[in-house]
C-alpha cells in the first residue's frame, strides 16, 4: 500500500503541475494585451502593404455579395428588402468573422507564427488572441456596410442593442479556444485544415445566415437548435437588429464556452509541449 501511494503522488503532483502551466499560459496569454494587440496590427498592415484601401477591399467584394444576394433572395422569398437585408448583413459579418478565423486557425501555430514559437518560449494563447483581434479588426471595418443597411432599412437602436457587447465578449472567448484547438490539431495532422474549409462550406448553409429558424418546420427546425454556431452568432445579431437574444441562446453559448476552455486546457495540460515538435 505505501508503494502504491509513493508512486501515485508524483503522478498526481506532475499532473497538477501541467494543469497549472496550462491555466498559466492561457491567464498569461490573455493579459499581454498590448502584445498580441501590436501583433495583429502588425499582421494587417503586412498583409495589405502596398494596396490602395487595405482590408475595405473584403469589405467592398462583402457589401457587393450582401446587396447581390439580398436583393434576389428577397424577390424569390417575396420578402421585403428592408427587413431582410439588414438580418442576412448582420449574419454574414459574423459568420465571415467565424470562417476567417478557423480558417487561419488551421496554419497559425505551423506557418503563421512557426518561428515564433521556435525561437521564443512563447505563450500559445498570446499567438491566439494576435490571430483572433486582426480578424476582429476586419470585422469592425465591415461594420461600415451595416451601418449603411441600418440607414437605408430605417433600424433602430432599442435597449436591447447595448447586448451586443456582452455577445460579442462570448464570441471572441469561443473563438480562443477554435484557435488553440485547431493549431494544434493542424499542427499535428496537416490534412484536417482541408477538413475544416470543407466543413465551413457545409455549415455555411446549415446555419441560418440567409435564412431564418421560423421558416423550417417539424424536425428540422428542432435540429437547426443544436448548431451550436446558430447560438453564437444569434448573440451578436439579434442586438444588432434590436432585439434582445433568447434566454436558449445565452444558455448554449455559456455551456459552449464552459465546455471549449475545459478542452482547451487539457489539450494544453498534455499536449503544450510537444506543438513545436510538430512544427
Known amino acids: 500500500m505505501q508503494s502504491t501511494l509513493a508512486l501515485n503522488i508524483p503522478h498526481r503532483s506532475a499532473a497538477l503541475s501541467r494543469y497549472r502551466i496550462a491555466v498559466l499560459d492561457i491567464l498569461s496569454g490573455m493579459a499581454a494585451f498590448r502584445i498580441w494587440g501590436r501583433l495583429g496590427w502588425r499582421d494587417t498592415k503586412r498583409r495589405y502593404r502596398r494596396t490602395a ?160 429558424v421560423d421558416q423550417l418546420k417539424g424536425r428540422a427546425a428542432v435540429l437547426a437548435q443544436f448548431n451550436p454556431v446558430y447560438h453564437v452568432i444569434a448573440l451578436v445579431r439579434e442586438p444588432l437588429l434590436g432585439h434582445a437574444p433568447a434566454p436558449l441562446h445565452w444558455i448554449a453559448v455559456v455551456l459552449i464556452t464552459l465546455a471549449g476552455w475545459a478542452l482547451t486546457v487539457a489539450m494544453l495540460s498534455k499536449l503544450r509541449h510537444r506543438i513545436v515538435y510538430w512544427l
Open 53 to 212: 484601401f487595405g482590408p475595405f477591399w473584403s469589405t467592398a467584394s462583402l457589401a457587393i455579395f450582401v446587396l447581390t444576394l439580398g436583393l434576389v433572395w428577397s424577390n424569390l422569398w417575396d420578402k421585403d428588402p428592408k427587413s431582410y437585408l439588414p438580418y442576412l448583413t448582420s449574419g454574414m459579418l459574423c459568420w465571415v468573422l467565424f470562417s476567417a478565423i478557423c480558417s487561419e486557425a488551421c496554419c497559425s501555430f505551423y506557418y503563421t507564427y512557426e518561428q515564433l514559437i521556435k525561437q521564443l518560449r512563447i505563450s500559445y494563447t498570446l499567438l491566439a488572441c494576435a490571430t483572433v483581434w486582426r480578424n476582429v479588426i476586419v470585422f469592425f471595418h465591415n461594420m461600415i456596410i451595416y451601418v449603411l443597411v441600418c440607414l437605408y432599412a430605417g433600424v433602430a437602436v432599442t435597449a436591447a442593442t447595448p447586448l451586443v457587447i456582452p455577445g460579442f465578449a462570448l464570441m471572441y472567448l469561443n473563438a480562443l479556444w477554435v484557435v488553440m484547438l485547431l493549431g494544434a490539431g493542424c499542427a499535428r495532422y496537416r490534412d484536417l485544415q482541408q477538413l475544416v474549409g470543407n466543413l465551413l462550406q457545409i455549415a455555411l448553409f446549415l446555419t441560418p445566415i440567409f435564412w431564418s
